[in-house]
């Protein structure tokens, strides 16, 4: 099973910031959108940014101004940067990408920020 490989998460104090990385194998073919979940313990995984091939962004309200996302085509590769981090951002992360035929995950990374 083809899974994306993920890296970055860490434990962090309020206001740090972390770099997410996440690259998928360019065997499943031309990505469409790559994006970043995450999910906290007992609550729903939520949308925390998303890129089209073309670059167009799209972010959650609760990370506008403080989380970036970019990607590397030719690497197959999507990043978050995520600066002032607060406690709430607290959560396991997850990477996503969606090709014509399929979406594909990766296995998560965890994101604790103290305060």
């Known amino acids: 099973q083809v899974q994306l490989v993920e890296s970055g998460g860490g434990l962090v104090q309020a206001g740090g910031s972390l770099r997410l990385s996440c690259q998928a194998p360019g065997s499943i073919g031309s990505i469409n959108v790559m994006g970043w979940y995450r999910q906290a313990p007992g609550k729903q995984r939520e949308l925390v940014a998303a890129?089209?091939?073309?670059?167009?962004?799209n972010y959650a309200d609760s990370v506008k101004g403080r989380f970036t996302i970019s990607r590397d085509n030719a690497k197959n590769t999507v990043y978050l940067q995520m600066n002032s981090l607060k406690p709430e951002d607290t959560a396991m992360y997850y990477c996503k990408a969606a090709t014509w035929l399929h979406d594909y995950w990766g296995q998560g990374t965890q994101v604790t920020v103290s305060s």
């Open positions: 890129i089209t091939r073309g670059g167009s962004t």
